[in-house]
T-cell receptor, first 112, second 114 residues
Framework: EPEVTQTPSHQVTQMGQEVILRCVPISNHLYFYWYRQILGQKVEFLVSFYNNEISEKSEIFDDQFSVERPDGSNFTLKIRSTKLEDSAMYFC??????????FGPGTRLTVL | AQSVTQLGSHVSVSEGALVLLRCNYSSSVPPYLFWYVQYPNQGLQLLLKYTSAATLVKGINGFEAEFKKSETSFHLTKPSAHMSDAAEYFCAVSDSTGGFKTIFGAGTRLFVKA
């Protein structure tokens, strides 16, 4: 069964450093998303991406964040200058024309 | 704006007992409603979804949920809990357009006692 994959599973970085989280969505899907879950809190929407552009973003997704689909298979989330409060589990998801989003296993980001 | 409220951050049941996890939603459009399960250190797995077809929705692992518009509820049930059901459960809502965002509730952690 097709699945969304994410790398790395765990990323540790120093405050102020740039990180790139990678996702490989399901191959025939058209919509891509990033969500985050701070430890012990709810899952929060960050951004959705369609046709090579952002279709919607939340207030969390400020200028420090960017997304890209560099090669037609990967979907990346970049955080330019990480802060302590960026520590969270980041989930990638993808969907086709139907409503069901399939989530990846997540990348745990720890900012020291 | 859409929102989801899950009543009870923790629910504890005995093995074999009924599982009832409560979810109420708020939406200005006919909603799409979902239940996801998250096992420790894993991602989100879709249990079931409501998309304006049958109001009683059956999902995986014996779970089902009933959409009640009059009560704006979408409670999750399972007749008989199993130890393997211990996990975090998230109710979620989205609108019906493509590329929609999903709004999650705060989650309910289910404990199953032997």
């Amino acid at each position: 069964e097709p699945e969304v994959t994410q790398t790395p599973s765990h990323q540790v970085t120093q405050m102020g450093q740039e990180v790139i989280l990678r996702c490989v969505p399901i191959s025939n899907h058209l919509y891509f998303y990033w969500y985050r879950q701070i430890l012990g809190q709810k899952v929060e929407f960050l951004v959705s991406f369609y046709n090579n552009e952002i279709s919607e973003k939340s207030e969390i997704f400020d200028d420090q964040f960017s997304v890209e689909r560099p090669d037609g298979s990967n979907f990346t989330l970049k955080i330019r200058s990480t802060k302590l409060e960026d520590s969270a589990m980041y989930f990638c998801a993808s969907s086709g024309l139907t409503d069901t989003q399939y989530f990846g296993p997540g990348t745990r980001l720890t900012v020291l | 704006a859409q929102s989801v409220t899950q009543l009870g951050s923790h629910v504890s049941v005995s093995e074999g007992a009924l599982v009832l996890l409560r979810c109420n939603y708020s939406s200005s459009v006919p909603p799409y409603l979902f239940w996801y399960v998250q096992y420790p250190n894993q991602g989100l797995q879709l249990l079931l979804k409501y998309t304006s077809a049958a109001t009683l929705v059956k999902g995986i692992n014996g779970f089902e949920a009933e959409f009640k518009k009059s009560e704006t509820s979408f409670h999750l049930t399972k007749p008989s809990a199993h130890m393997s059901d211990a996990a975090e459960y998230f109710c979620a809502v989205s609108d019906s357009t493509g590329g929609f965002k999903t709004i999650f509730g705060a989650g309910t952690r289910l404990f199953v006692k032997a």
